[in-house]
Each structure stands twice: as C-alpha cells, then as structure tokens.
C-alpha cells in the first residue's frame, strides 16, 4: 500500500491585508460566502460551519469523507470544538508537496483562521485522504490556544514534530490519515 503522506509547508505570511481579514469576521455560520482575498466563492460543508472550501468539488470531498470515514468526523466535531475556522483551497504548496496546512494563523474577531491548499491533481480517494491528513494538523494548532499567528504556530512545530528543511509532520497526523485511507477503502468495498 502506497503511502499518502502530506507534509505541513512552513509558509508565513506576517501581513494580512485588511480586506481579507475582514471577509473572515463576516459570516461566521458559513452561509453561502466568498474570500475576498482571492475572489473565490466559498462553498460551505454540511453540518459545520468551521470548515469551508473555495471549491465546489473540495465541499463534496470533504461531505463525502464524512459520510465514510468516523476518524474524519471525529476530527471534525474537534474543529467544531475549537475557535478556528479552516478554509481548504486548491493552490500549489511547493517544494512537490501535494497538501499542506499553511502556518500563517489569523486572529479575526473571535476566531483563529487556517488555510489549507491541496494541489488539484489530487482528486477523489487521495483528495479526501489528504484534507482529512491535513485537518488533523489544523486541529493540532487549534488545540492549543496561544497559536494566535506564524511565529506560534511555526514554534509549535519546532517543538512537536518531525522538521525536514521546510516541511513539518507529526505522527498522529500520518496515523489519522492512515486510519482515514482504511476506512474509505473498507467503505468502497462494501459498495
């Protein structure tokens, strides 16, 4: 079995444009929306309203995972627990990773912001399989309430996970998205 591992992408972005911080504090139940930031409309996920995508075919990978995988839904009812809203867009993360969490953490009203970017050559199963691996990073930042921007969430990682020049991983996220891999797999075979 191939391994689908992600890796965190160390990105930091210091600046938020007032624009874009604004288009987060706006809408926070997740109604039909767009990032203002990149023009994109934001497609919300059925039953939380934390996670968006910027993409239709993103919502549907991340309704269908929840519809076939309990490990997803348990890392979703932990955003749900959390301040953090998490936007997963299609966008490159460099250095020939297919999926990363971007460590520019934004502080907007009362919520912590976090940005995921899959590259679009990811598609169905892996699609599926590399959100889940990357919302089991976001929820490592957001369970831990003084990750408020790049410098805490970049010195998170220092302290709690595997460094590779630019990228980060963690155990827990390899064996979420391993858990996550099996479950879609068992549920293909029973269709």
């Known amino acids: 079995m191939a391994r689908l591992v992600g890796r965190v992408t160390l990105v930091a972005v210091l600046a938020v444009p007032s624009s874009m911080s604004a288009s987060f504090t706006q809408d926070a139940d997740c109604a039909e929306s767009s990032d203002s930031a990149s023009n994109l409309p934001q497609a919300c996920v059925q039953g939380s309203p934390?996670?968006?995508?910027?993409?239709?075919?993103?919502?549907?990978a991340i309704e269908q995972t929840l519809e076939r995988s309990p490990t997803f839904r348990q890392l979703m009812a932990a955003?749900?627990?959390?301040d953090g809203i998490v936007y997963v867009h299609y966008g490159a993360c460099g250095r020939n990773v297919l999926a990363c969490l971007l460590l520019a953490v934004t502080q907007a009203g009362p919520h912590r912001i976090l940005h995921i970017r899959v590259d679009r050559r990811r598609k169905g199963h892996d699609l599926m399989v590399a959100i889940?691996?990357?919302l089991s990073h976001a929820v490592e930042l957001l369970n831990v309430p003084t990750v408020v921007d790049a410098i805490t969430a970049?010195?998170?990682y220092r302290r709690n996970a595997a460094i590779e020049r630019y990228s980060f991983e963690t155990e827990e996220a390899i064996e979420i998205e391993l858990k996550i891999d099996k479950e879609l797999?068992?549920?293909a075979k029973r269709q």
Request: no cysteine; proline share 4%.
């Open 50 to 60: 934390r996670l968006r995508g910027s993409d239709p075919a993103i919502a549907a």
């Open 79 to 82: 955003i749900n627990r959390t």
């Open 185 to 187: 797999r068992q549920w």
């Open 154 to 156: 970049q010195n998170y």
């Open 132 to 134: 889940g691996h990357e």
